[in-house]
Every structure is written in C-alpha cells, then in structure tokens.
C-alpha cells in the first residue's frame, strides 16, 4: 500500500454510508484524518473557500470522495467548481465520485472533468487500494 494520507474527505448526504466509509477508512489506517461532510457546499467552503488567514494547500486533502445525488449542491456542482479552481489547487487533490449511479448519462457526465476516479458504492478495501494504486 501506499503511503498514508494525511486527510481524506468523505462528502455524502446519507449519514450511513458516511458512517460505514468512515469506519472503513479507519479500518484500512491510510490517513491520518477522515472528515465527513452532509453538504457539498459546506465540504467546499472548508477545503476550498476563501477564509481569511487560509494558507491554501496547507490542510488540502490528498483525496476527496464525493456522492452526485445529494440535496442542495449535488456533486455534479461541486465538480464544476472543483474543475474551475487553478491547477496548482487541484493537482494536491484526487477527486473520486463515489456513487451508486452507474447511469451512462452521469459517468458521461463525470468523464468531462480530468482526472476524476468514477467508484460504484459501496467503498471496499479492494477499491480503496486500486485507487490508491493509481494515484498515489
């Protein structure tokens, strides 16, 4: 396995599959810190809004997992924001959309942004270390 990660954000509306991830993450031990977040709006002003006194880069989590059906900001908007930050911003993050979407519309949909992992729910130890894998 790879190196351990320092932090991992899980943005998913549904509080069990937060949960089970969660303790997944922690099980596997490949970072140091796992935050969970229920809304793509409040996970994207924490890692990437404009804070004062916010050294970008500084907390950035080396990968992002992201649900596309979720009330309020779903994650179809969150990548497009997420695609619109400099590349010096996201080259420190790996994007993964983990969904139980396998709808042709939306992987097509996701295909358009670079470098977006496209995972089917549920997060398994296996998928983990394919990703890992490749992109660490």
Do not use: C
């Amino acid at each position: 396995m790879a190196q351990k990660l320092r932090n991992i954000v899980l943005v998913d509306d549904n509080e069990t599959t937060s949960f089970l991830n969660n303790r997944l993450l922690s099980r596997l031990n490949v970072a140091e810190q796992v935050h969970t977040f229920n809304k793509a709006e409040q996970a994207y002003q924490q890692i990437w809004g404009d804070r004062e006194g916010h050294e970008p880069g500084h907390d950035t989590p080396e990968l992002v997992f992201v649900d596309l059906k979720m009330p309020g900001m779903d994650g179809f908007e969150f990548l497009k924001l997420y695609s619109d930050l400099p590349e010096v911003v996201r080259e420190k993050t790996v994007m993964a959309v983990l969904t139980t979407s396998m709808h042709s519309a939306d992987t097509a949909r996701v295909a358009q942004y670079d470098g977006v992992e496209y995972l089917a729910k549920p997060l398994t130890e296996e998928k983990m270390s394919k990703l890992l894998e490749k992109r660490f």
